[in-house]
């Protein structure tokens, strides 16, 4: 039975209240704090009406460390779930190690005027969650989250060593827009735009964006889709944690639509990270885009199709090379049916919930900065069976 409070009240962050709702004896009482209370009020009277439960609202700037460390004083959680963006997870580290509460994110933090995709700033927190006593599990959503348990899964059940790892992430559904992100469009047109980078022979090899792609045959009757080879930011923490692997890529599917407006939108200069004067005022061109584009947590209602993440590895077992796949197929009308939510937000929000559950429940535990291929997968494995986000293996005879 514990209090937890959760920062972000987007689309990851309704669905990670919904989810911790329908488990009332781990989270016994639910926060939701976030910039603007009427998103917070929104998700609390959906939890109400399907859940019965009422959750508490608040409002927290959470690039204000002592206004991050009142708002948690004030509630004094066991846990704080940072749903907010990347931009936000060292102050509310900062505002967790001040008032002595373990800390969750799912995306690690990214400075504002630089699009990089590192753990380095987080990492760098290491010793003072140590001295604490306090655990930081970083990037307990998909993918991060998820494609790094599944990499565990597989390593201690699977495989002696592992030498190749593709992580392909497909979305195969559509939410009738001309464009729209599925999650948060300013991290998502960040992520698209930067260099690809994979992992090969100990080195990173940096390719133009989107420059790189193949095709894959997606499982029960999704088929084959073009797949871009992106970096993507488990890439970092999974080469230090798998020994004996040679080459890691992540991939991600994008419509031709998508990719004709992104490059549109970069080519007038939309998708611009730097600051430009607009009327004697600074402004963000990639800010000011998200701000019309249409809001992820608004897609649930009209996204039809499915997701297809999964992890694609091969290596050496007893001797002999194993080619292996697991993957989970999740279904955007069924997880707005369930939470009022697509299934992006919904492959988020779910694993924040079995982080979190595992963390309050003592399953998971640990002094420091962690992620998740460094804790034991079985019990995180069992839990995504249970909580909405089944998983397939298949062994391919080579
Ligand atoms: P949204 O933009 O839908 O939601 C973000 C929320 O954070 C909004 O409610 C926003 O408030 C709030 N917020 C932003 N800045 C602040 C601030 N300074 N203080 C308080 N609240 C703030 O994003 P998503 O829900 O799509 O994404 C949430 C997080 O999940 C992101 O970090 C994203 O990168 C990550 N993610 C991770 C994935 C994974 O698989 N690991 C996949 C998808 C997303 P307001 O509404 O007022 O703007």
Not at 87 to 102: F, K, N, R
Not at 187 to 204: C, F, K, L, P
Request: proline share 5%; with cysteine; aromatic share 10%.
């Amino acid at each position: 039975m514990s209090k937890v409070l959760i920062i972000g009240a987007g689309g990851v962050g309704g669905v990670c209240v919904h989810k911790c709702a329908q488990v009332p004896e781990v989270f016994s009482e639910i926060v939701l704090a976030s910039r603007t209370i009427e998103k917070c009020d929104a998700i609390a009277s959906s939890v109400k009406e399907r859940t019965g439960r009422d959750i508490v609202t608040d409002t927290v700037d959470a690039d204000n460390v002592p206004e991050l460390v009142d708002l948690i004083n004030k509630h004094k959680p066991a846990l704080v779930i940072n749903l907010a963006l990347p931009y936000q997870d060292l102050t509310i580290m900062d505002a967790c190690l001040e008032t002595g509460v373990h800390y969750l994110d799912t995306a690690n933090y990214e400075p504002l005027d630089e699009a990089k995709f590192e753990y380095k700033w987080q990492w760098e927190y290491q010793e003072r969650f140590k001295e604490k006593g306090l655990m930081a599990l970083l990037g307990s959503g998909f993918d991060p989250g998820v494609t790094n348990v599944f990499c565990a899964h597989a390593m201690k059940h699977h495989f002696d060593e592992v030498h190749q790892l593709d992580i392909i992430d497909c979305n195969a559904g559509d939410h009738g827009h001309p464009f729209a992100t599925n999650f948060n469009p300013e991290i998502n047109i960040r992520e698209v735009t930067a260099n690809g980078r994979y992992w090969e022979h100990g080195e990173w090899i940096e390719t133009d964006p989107l420059s790189f792609s193949m095709n894959y045959d997606f499982p029960e009757g999704i088929g084959p889709k073009k797949c871009f080879l992106m970096y993507h930011e488990e890439l970092e923490s999974l080469v230090k944690h798998l020994k004996g692997l040679k080459r890691a890529r992540f991939w991600m599917t994008f419509s031709d639509q998508y990719l004709n407006h992104l490059k549109v939108l970069e080519n007038v200069g939309m998708t611009r990270i730097d600051t430009v004067k607009y009327n004697g005022q600074d402004i963000v061109p990639l800010r000011f885009l998200k701000e019309v584009l249409p809001e992820p947590a608004g897609l649930g209602e009209r996204t039809k199709g499915r997701t297809c993440i999964g992890c694609r590895i091969k290596g050496m077992k007893d001797g002999e090379p194993k080619d292996y796949y697991i993957y989970n197929i999740c279904d955007h009308e069924e997880a707005f049916k369930e939470v009022a939510s697509q299934a992006v937000s919904y492959t988020t929000g779910v694993p924040a919930m079995i982080g979190a559950m595992l963390m309050l429940t003592g399953k998971w535990t640990g002094e420091g900065v962690f992620n998740m291929e460094e804790l034991d997968p079985d019990p995180f494995m069992e839990k995504l069976n249970i909580h909405g986000l089944p998983w397939t293996e298949v062994t391919f005879k080579n």
